[in-house]
């Protein structure tokens, strides 16, 4: 990575050259979210599908009908339908974490922990690496990585707000 | 002892005349302006007409637009406080002339002293860290909490200096450690129609902003902050402990209050400013005057912006709105201005003349837990630096603290006993107030396409707690304090909008104005206002008020199945073609259920493929209740409540039904539940490479 590159160009630079696994984390996590949404959407439908109040939903969508459908106790506590998605949410962090490259890859070349190889992510490359992290290395990284993060974070952002502009 | 009465007889005879003179010309004249304010000052002071023996209560109008007194004046408070910024503390005196209306003698007078609420062992504590309060949880107790409120010497005039007793009484709960109501025995009883007057030294501990009251860095409000005497109310002292969900109950009067604080504050106050004094200490004394009000706040925050040229036209004469801001929040001050002026409008157009001549609106400290309140003439709202347009919560804030200077200001009812008919007629008035303003479903929310409207909020608020508790119940006799919220006002709100939909609105409308101009300026108790609507609509809504108001009957109608079927079936099932043949006549039901236990008449609308409709009227008592059709359509769907007036069911989701199932609502849900969590782990898995 060129050191004095704009990050934004640098962090593009990266996607192009990892776009095969963006697409295919993106993939896994498409398929992870379905899974974790099929729960909601079961439940949501047992209130949903034959109540014409429900159509405040689809024509606009009414904030206090949403409310009312998940304070329902035939809805079930909003805690179940959650938990499938923070448990997906929770399998792609880890996944992310083990397969692709990054700061946790760095930590694990400083500090050894039992079964390491598995608790770290960019096992992969970890294990194709050809030489350990240096310390200043290594924190150096992570202060990119931190930066990139948070430029990334900024525009997913941005994006985020206007598709969920436009879907609500 | 008689000469002091000579001496001062005749001094007040000339006062009363000088005064009469004075006042008349007061009342006619435009708001207060800065600069003019020492003349109002001394005019103030001079008032003291009426005048039985030495002591009366002013008949002064300065504060209102009105040339007589609008309510039955009982008290008149003089107090004199000085702010001691640094210590967070208040010294004063404060001269209280009591007028005994009572018909009867009274030999004992008990006061509030709402500031010893903050203190570990007090019930307002106890009951906070028990059922919860709104702003703060007392998991830790931490020094800046703490808050007193000393009465330092206490002395009736012609009795005698009385300091040593007083005696504090607990008449709820009986929790010795809690001192918020001090009772006093007089050697002699104060005659019907007589007058008595104490004077008073008391020194405050503020402490950190605890509901509503309090400082927060350099902001301070002041409310609850003086000795203040009980109201005899229905044959004996009404005289609460403060509790952590009760409110306040006072007596109509005169104030008259002078407060020294450092000279870089900026302050706010109920009633008018009358004077303004710089004094040599680098401190200044505001005095300020106020009629026909039952409390008096201020506050001071030398960071305040101020906007009070705005005025508005009302019925009886002008208002002026003095706003102040949070800096960081001064470009929303058009915003509240306007919500204000709106408020007025539509207060005074649908319940009558709001008769003071100002109205001061609080942007509080962020953070200090001294938003949304209401003191008469005197209102806090509540905002952030971030505020959209669409979300409109300072307006629902300002909206509804301006209503309580109708419902409590004006119509002052008992807050320790019928919060409900404070918060929640107010949040009735809400409910009106910001649909007409800001629009039925959008009154919260409107931004993107996603909306949010009062009514629904305040139904919403009901629906969880819908059991628990009846609305006719005492404030500080509530499950809990989510259970006060819920049914005091989001039930209350919905109850009577559910009425509206029984008696009409144009009716129910009336019947909220006759209410206010015939109890405003008194203590009304729940028959006054429930009678009112009954007289005004000429029904008799007993078997309503007897679930709604007293009950804890909880509403749930239900379309339980609808069905449809050929009435030949056994010759259809002959037939080749599966197609739906239109010479076929179906018979078709719709069953109605009557989940819970309140009753209540109900419409309900049933569709045909055909297009065709039918409404049916079904009287709600029995348990279920069947509707059945012979006819050459089957039934498409079937509604209670199509019009939507009833606002207490706790479950809308099975008020309809239909025949066949349709599932876009779960499928747009859905889809945002999907891309909602996929973006959270997609920002997971960024973070993590």
Redesign the interface.
């Known amino acids: 990575m060129a050191e004095n590159g704009s990050l934004l160009g640098s962090g593009a630079g990266m996607v192009a050259r990892n776009k095969r696994y963006i697409f295919w984390?993106?993939v896994l996590?498409?398929l992870?979210?379905?899974f974790?949404?099929v729960a909601?959407?079961v439940q949501?439908?047992t209130?949903?599908?034959?109540?014409?109040?429900?159509?405040r939903?689809?024509h606009?969508?009414?904030?206090?009908?949403?409310?009312?459908?998940f304070?329902?106790p035939e809805f079930g506590p909003s805690a179940s339908s959650a938990m499938s998605?923070v448990f997906?949410?929770a399998v792609?962090?880890l996944l992310?974490?083990l397969f692709?490259?990054?700061?946790?890859q760095g930590y694990g070349s400083n500090y050894r922990l039992p079964g390491e190889e598995f608790s770290r992510?960019g096992a992969l490359q970890g294990y194709a690496g050809q030489h350990r992290l240096p310390g200043d290395e290594f924190f150096s990284s992570c202060g990119r990585n931190l930066w990139r993060?948070i430029r990334?974070?900024i525009v997913?952002d941005i994006i985020?707000l206007i598709?969920?502009?436009a879907?609500? | 002892m008689k000469l002091r009465w000579i001496v001062l007889f005749f001094p007040a005879v000339f006062v009363a005349v000088f005064s009469l003179v004075v006042m008349r010309h007061g009342a006619k004249a435009a708001p207060p302006q800065a600069g003019s304010t020492a003349p109002m000052a001394k005019a103030a002071a001079a008032a003291r007409p009426n005048q039985v023996g030495a002591l009366s209560i002013p008949d002064t109008t300065l504060a209102i637009n009105s040339p007589t007194p609008m309510s039955q004046r009982v008290v008149h408070y003089e107090i004199d406080a000085r702010y001691d910024a640094a210590k967070h503390t208040v010294d004063a005196s404060e001269v209280l002339t009591y007028h005994n209306l009572t018909g009867q003698p009274l030999d004992h007078f008990p006061f509030h002293l709402y500031l010893n609420a903050f203190q570990p062992k007090a019930t307002w504590i106890r009951e906070a860290k028990l059922l919860g309060n709104r702003d703060t949880s007392y998991e830790k107790w931490e020094d800046k909490q703490f808050g007193s409120e000393e009465i330092k010497s206490f002395e009736v005039v012609g009795q005698g200096d009385l300091t040593q007793q007083q005696q504090f009484i607990q008449p709820d709960d009986g929790n010795k450690d809690d001192k918020t109501v001090v009772d006093v025995h007089l050697p002699k009883a104060i005659a019907p129609g007589g007058y008595v007057q104490f004077k008073i030294a008391f020194h405050d501990q503020m402490p950190e902003t605890q509901a509503r009251t309090g400082w927060k860095r350099d902001f301070v409000l002041g409310g609850q902050w003086f000795p203040k005497v009980g109201v005899w109310w229905n044959g004996a002292w009404n005289c609460h402990q403060f509790h952590a969900v009760t409110e306040f109950f006072a007596d109509f009067g005169v104030y008259d209050v002078k407060l020294t604080v450092p000279q870089y504050e900026v302050i706010g106050a109920s009633g008018v400013e009358v004077d303004s004094v710089n004094n040599p200490d680098s401190t200044k004394t505001l005095t300020y005057h106020g009629d026909d009000i039952h409390d008096f706040a201020w506050t001071i925050s030398p960071r305040y912006k101020v906007k009070d040229d705005g005025v508005f036209e009302g019925q009886m004469g002008p208002v002026k709105m003095r706003i102040l801001m949070q800096p960081a929040h001064w470009g929303q001050v058009d915003r509240h201005e306007k919500i204000l002026k709106e408020s007025l409008e539509y207060f005074e157009r649908l319940y009558g003349p709001y008769p003071y001549k100002t109205i001061t609106l609080v942007d509080p400290e962020p953070g200090s837990a001294a938003g949304g309140m209401e003191y008469p003439t005197f209102i806090t709202g509540e905002t952030s630096w971030f505020m959209p347009s669409g979300l409109h919560l300072p307006e629902l804030v300002v909206e509804h603290e301006f209503g309580h200077q109708y419902w409590y200001g004006m119509v002052a009812t008992n807050e320790f006993e019928d919060a409900w008919m404070d918060e929640g007629i107010n949040s009735y008035s809400e409910v009106k107030v910001l649909d007409a303003i800001l629009g039925r479903?959008t009154s919260i929310?409107n931004?993107?396409?996603?909306?949010?409207?009062e009514r629904?909020?305040q139904?919403?608020s009901y629906?969880?707690v819908a059991d628990l508790d009846p609305i006719a119940e005492k404030a500080y006799d509530y499950y809990n304090f989510g259970s006060y919220g819920g049914i005091t006002y989001g039930k209350t709100a919905s109850v009577l909008v559910t009425l509206e939909g029984i008696v009409g609105e144009d009716t129910m409308q009336k019947a909220m104005r006759a209410y206010f101009m015939k109890y405003r300026f008194t203590h009304p108790v729940k028959e006054d206002f429930l009678k009112t609507i009954e007289e005004v609509s000429g029904k008799n809504l007993r078997w309503y008020f007897n679930q709604a108001i007293y009950g804890t009957a909880v509403l749930d109608y239900e379309v339980i199945k609808i069905d449809s079927f050929p009435v030949n079936w056994y010759e259809e099932q002959k037939k080749t073609s599966t197609k739906d043949d239109k010479n076929t006549v179906y018979l078709s039901s719709v069953w109605l259920h009557r989940k819970a236990d309140f009753t209540m008449p109900v419409e309900v609308e049933i569709k045909f493929d055909d297009g065709s409709m039918v409404r049916e009227h079904w009287d709600g008592q029995s348990r279920w209740t069947k509707f059945s059709y012979e006819k050459k359509a089957k039934v498409e769907?079937a509604?209670i409540d199509p019009d939507q007036k009833i606002h207490i069911d706790r479950?809308?989701?099975?008020?309809?039904?239909?025949a066949e199932?349709?599932?876009?609502?779960?499928?747009?849900?859905?889809?945002?539940?999907?891309?909602v969590?996929?973006?959270?782990?997609?920002?997971?898995?960024?973070?993590?490479?």
């Open positions: 984390f993106y996590n498409l992870l979210g379905g974790g949404t909601f959407f949501s439908g209130l949903l599908d034959q109540s014409l109040y429900s159509n939903l689809v606009g969508f009414d904030l206090p009908v949403l409310f009312e459908m304070a329902r998605a997906f949410s792609f962090f992310s974490a692709l490259p990054g700061v946790f992510s993060f990334l974070l997913s985020f598709v969920a502009g879907l609500f | 479903d929310l931004i993107a396409g996603a909306t949010a409207g629904e909020l139904r919403g629906i969880g769907s509604e479950n809308n989701f099975n008020n309809s039904r239909t199932p349709n599932g876009k609502p779960a499928v747009k849900v859905s889809n945002y539940w999907l891309f969590t996929q973006w959270i782990s997609q920002a997971l898995a960024w973070w993590a490479v």
